[in-house]
């Protein structure tokens, strides 16, 4: 069992920057693929970044590519989602997310979801 708390959302103003750390209990965080998700109201939850357990293999979203940095630190249990240049467009809730071995990109893939934090990105 994972349990996720994610932190760091906000209000920003357009080309700001935010971090957002997920804390994770549990000694098995080392094992597990992490990722970052968001949903925008009225939309699907969707996918914006991965991170492999040892932190070697991450992948993004085309939309948040050269924006968004997704790093881990495995001896605080944690993972992060440095936002960047943030447009109106990444206005969202945004979720840290659990799985076993593998990165992906899909949302059904991931076991352990956190309650989410909110950005909110002003023009």
């Known amino acids: 069992q994972v349990q996720l708390v994610e932190s760091g959302g906000g209000l920003v103003q357009a080309g700001g920057s935010l971090r957002l750390s997920c804390a994770a209990s549990?000694?098995?965080?080392?094992?597990?693929?992490m990722g970052w998700f968001r949903q925008a109201p009225g939309k699907e939850r969707e996918f914006v970044a991965t991170i492999s357990w040892t932190g070697g293999s991450t992948y993004y979203a085309n939309s948040v590519k050269g924006r968004f940095t997704i790093s881990r630190d495995n001896a605080k249990n944690t993972v992060y989602l440095q936002m960047n240049s943030l447009k109106p467009e990444d206005t969202a809730v945004y979720y840290c997310a659990a799985k076993g071995y593998g990165t992906s990109t899909v949302v059904t893939d991931y076991i352990y979801w956190g309650q989410g934090t909110q950005v909110t990105v002003s023009s």
């Open positions: 549990g000694r098995t965080f080392s094992s597990y693929t």
